[in-house]
């Protein structure tokens, strides 16, 4: 893209469409770890409307052999290459322009481009990584179909996979072999993919609703392959899922999914060749725990997914990018919400919204869903565009309902099949389905902050008239201090005193249908004539409506709420405002402990609820939920009082707690069934509490003991370390040798580790650093090491020394050359800190202060200046 303003800057505003459009990219790949030549050849016409332009092609680092223009070979006076930039002059008409490069996947540390992990060698090119294979108009909207030919030594490199559909293969004769695949469907740069090495596969044949025949592979190396079943079993289902609720078919013969030991993110979408970050792929009860497993299918959903969301209808730029992952995400909730629990599911991206996504939206680094202008596009794969921007959706589902928005989603695949798309023809199409203007609508995607939604009661006893005034505000954010109101759906219910529904609809300012109230202005006023009492009202059912929600609860109301409400995730979230109300409540705390207590009481004695459900009302707000809720973060004393209520819950309820971890062990026996996983979560929630009362930790080590499935193993283990139980360094022992040669394993104890709540945990990150468990080049381990410890380990992170900010500091600049994604990731870490008390806020400005000038990368460049801006 050009950064054409000289702020360094790519703007949304500046957007041209490209001169030259590539129909088809033909490329030859001879296939070596330390050099692999590239031979492209790509089919160019000049756009009508640009005439005369130059060609200009993106190409990062690339070695180049040679370079021909319709069979004639280019003289230096016609093209220059910068290292960045190829540009060629004087081409006129359709021509075909063919370069040979040399690239070296072995010191491409990266893990963008083509890269080795293991014996394998493999492409990353979202978002920009496809210029360092290649010359290519590496934009979204340019969308050429491939023609793939991949040769290589057959012994090293049994199998070679590329986009699309598997064309021919043969044998090479000196020891070499070929495959070819071609991709017919128009596929920007971004989606192209080659893997290549002794993988081996599990395997699926099905039929389409449409009637095409597909193969669905699941490829990893040899030792890994059973532990692909289950993912193999999530891609029918996702497909299948889809068929029905969205009415898409897959559109390629076969689907191949591939899973990288080595992999920067969580996985990638590329079309008909998915490659996974191994830890969204391998499971078996041995080594993967219940939450893993959920986590695969909806990651392996997800990329799935986007085959429709993303890829045959893919982004005209970058600035889109949240029209795909927003969507994604959307679709991929929707899909995990329809096989499993939807009030579980909900709760678990409201936990995920409110820790993180919230704090986002509020600190140094929020943007729009849709940003104005950016620096290094890597740095905008954050939780916003992601899950704010399928909580966007989700509002226009709410807005529009099921039945409406299938229709304005099928418009939109129709009307955009096969191009790159626009966040306005997404909401063109929805606006045409549904006959609605949805301009209001559209603000959500390009304002940043959270809005807040306050409501204040009035009750006239005289006259029974009930008065909800509700307002909303989104406070300032970097670069844009004022902002509008937004369209808002909010669910209500008013209760009687006896506590029933009020059914009556009220008088309104805006349009209220069922239980529904459309915001849109800074203030709405609802109001009921005649009632027979004060009512309680309940609201944001499901959370529909992605705010923060402020209603002054009395603690008796919230308790009395909490048994009353029909909806399953408002119940639990009244639990957690109760649980909120006694950790950050002044005059209230105490009552509103014991209110707490009574309700966890009555719910663990409760046999007809879900134990999972159980267990999500057990987990009190997190560290950083709470940190949100307070305007200047106390870690210690935050923590400290949520350490304390845990001890004071877990003895009200000890006999309960033991009750249940009792009465649920042969239903936690019971495999991967819903139920089963269901018993697990409340029993090590149970256990988790029990072993708070327990020095000794006697069911933890029993558990342990008893071997039983990961999930099980994992929370006695984490119960073990965390409380520092007698034996913990010996289970430790155990279990790190048991999974010595298994990566995936070993990062979870190592985020055991780095996570236990002590500040001196700080000190065992260093010992493990010291150690060969520490593999700088691997995201995995930099994230279960460093990673939990700067997001998940508050007391560690912000230890009073500041040794916790310099560790991280010093840490990013290490990895800033390694693989400046990951590092920058760390960064993010520090999104909040001047909002952390001192000495802890001076401390992270000095950590911080302490990198300028160190990093060499635009994504770790771009980060520190926004969080010292
Ligand atoms: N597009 C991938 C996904 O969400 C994420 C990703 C982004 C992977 C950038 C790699 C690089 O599905
Ligand atoms: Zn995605």
Redesign the pocket.
């Known amino acids: 893209m050009i950064q054409s303003r000289g702020d360094g800057h790519v703007h949304l505003a500046d957007y041209r469409a490209p001169a030259w459009r590539v129909s088809l990219a033909e490329l030859e790949f001879e296939l070596d770890p330390a050099a692999t030549v590239v031979a492209a050849r790509l089919h160019l016409s000049p756009d009508a409307d640009q005439p005369g332009q130059p060609l200009e092609l993106d190409g990062e680092g690339l070695e180049l052999l040679s370079i021909s223009v319709d069979g004639q070979s280019l003289p230096a006076g016609r093209f220059v290459y910068d290292g960045h930039r190829l540009t060629v002059h004087g081409l006129s008409g359709d021509c075909e322009l063919a370069t040979r490069v040399r690239i070296h996947p072995e010191n491409n540390t990266r893990l963008e481009g083509l890269y080795r992990s293991g014996s394998l060698l493999l492409t ?1 090119c ?2 920009q990584g496809f210029r360092r294979i290649t010359f290519m108009a590496d934009r979204p909207d340019v969308m050429p179909r491939w023609r793939i030919v991949l040769r290589a030594n057959r012994e090293a490199f049994p199998v070679l996979l590329a986009n699309g559909n598997p064309l021919a293969s043969q044998d090479l004769g000196d020891g070499r072999h070929e495959a070819t695949w071609e991709n017919p469907h128009p596929t920007p740069a971004y989606l192209f993919a080659i893997a290549a090495g002794p993988l081996e596969r599990v395997s699926r044949q099905l039929r389409t609703a449409e009637g095409r025949d597909v193969e669905i592979n699941v490829w990893a190396e040899p030792s890994d392959v059973p532990r692909c079943q289950y993912a193999l079993g999530a891609v029918e289902r996702a497909l299948r899922w889809d068929e029905k609720r969205f009415g898409r078919c897959y559109d390629l013969d076969v689907f191949n999914v591939v899973a990288a030991q080595d992999f ?6 590329n079309k008909g060749l998915n490659i996974f970050n191994a830890r969204y792929i391998l499971a078996d009860e041995a080594t993967a725990t219940d939450a893993d497993f959920l986590a695969i299918e909806s990651v392996v959903a ?2 799935y997914l ?1 085959n429709w969301s ?1 890829n045959r209808v893919t982004l005209r730029d970058w600035f889109q990018l949240s029209l795909k ?1 927003g969507l ?1 995400v959307f679709r991929d909730t929707e899909f995990s919400a329809d096989l499993h629990s939807r009030a579980l599911k909900r709760i678990e991206v409201v936990r995920l919204l409110r820790a993180r996504q919230f704090a986002e939206d509020a600190g140094a680094l929020a943007h729009p869903v849709r940003p104005a202008r950016y620096k290094e596009i ?1 740095n905008f ?1 954050t939780l916003t565009i ?1 899950e704010k921007g399928a909580e966007i959706i989700r509002v226009l589902h709410t807005l529009v309902g099921e039945e409406t928005f299938r229709a304005g989603m099928d418009r939109y695949f129709a009307e955009n099949d096969g191009k790159a798309a626009t966040l306005e023809d997404f909401i063109d199409a929805h606006a045409q389905a549904s006959g609605r203007d949805l301009s209001g609508f559209a603000r959500w995607y390009a304002q940043a902050g959270t809005p807040t939604v306050s409501i204040a009661a009035d009750f006239d006893e005289a006259s029974g008239d009930y008065t909800l005034t509700i307002d909303q505000a989104t406070p300032p954010t970097p670069g844009q201090p004022d902002k509008q109101p937004l369209v808002i759906p909010l669910r209500y219910v008013l209760y009687d005193a006896q506590g029933a529904v009020i059914s009556a609809a009220p008088e309104a300012d805006a349009p209220v249908r069922d239980g529904l109230v459309e915001l849109s202005q800074a203030r709405h006023v609802l109001r009921w004539r005649g009632l027979r009492g004060k009512p309680l009202p309940a609201f944001n059912q499901g959370f529909a409506a992605p705010v923060k929600l402020q209603f002054d609860y009395g603690v008796d109301e919230l308790a009395r709420l909490a048994r009353l409400e029909r909806d399953a995730f408002n119940r639990w979230d009244l639990i957690q405002q109760l649980a909120s109300e006694a950790l950050l409540g002044d005059a209230d705390a105490e009552a509103a402990t014991g209110a707490l207590s009574d309700a966890l009481a009555d719910l663990l004695a409760d046999a007809g609820a879900d134990p999972a459900f159980v267990a999500e009302c057990l987990a009190l707000p997190d560290f950083d939920t709470l940190a949100e809720q307070v305007a200047e973060v106390d870690v210690q004393g935050l923590v400290g009082r949520r350490e304390e209520l845990l001890d004071r819950l877990a003895e009200d309820q000890v006999e309960r707690l033991q009750s249940r971890y009792e009465s649920l062990a042969a239903a936690a026996r019971e495999g991967l069934s819903g139920q089963a996983m269901s018993a697990r979560a409340l029993r090590n929630a149970c256990l988790s509490w029990l072993t708070r009362l327990d020095p000794e930790a006697r069911l933890a080590r029993a558990q342990f003991d008893a071997g039983g499935t990961m999930t099980e193993r994992i929370v006695a283990l984490r119960c073990l370390l965390h409380f520092r139980a007698p034996g913990a360094e010996s289970a430790l022992a155990a279990f790190r040798e048991a999974h010595a040669t298994d990566p995936l394993v070993t990062d979870k104890w190592i985020g055991l580790v780095a996570t236990r709540p002590h500040p001196e945990a700080l000190d065992d990150v260093r010992g493990l650093m010291a150690s060969t468990w520490w593999k700088p080049a691997n995201p995995n381990r930099v994230r279960a090491l460093v990673g939990s410890l700067a997001r998940s380990n508050p007391l560690a992170f912000h230890r009073r020394d500041g040794g916790g900010y310099q560790l991280v500091a010093s840490q990013v600049a290490a990895l800033d050359p390694v693989n400046p994604q990951v590092a920058a990731r760390l960064l993010g870490a520090f999104e909040s800190w001047r909002r952390w008390a001192s000495p802890q806020r001076d401390q992270a400005r000095e950590a911080l202060v302490s990198l300028q000038g160190r990093l060499q990368s635009p994504d770790g460049r771009d980060l520190l200046e926004r969080l010292l801006d």
């Open positions: 990353q979202e978002a920067t993110m969580g996985a990638m979408e997800h990329e986007h993303g992952e994604t890597s794969y992601y």
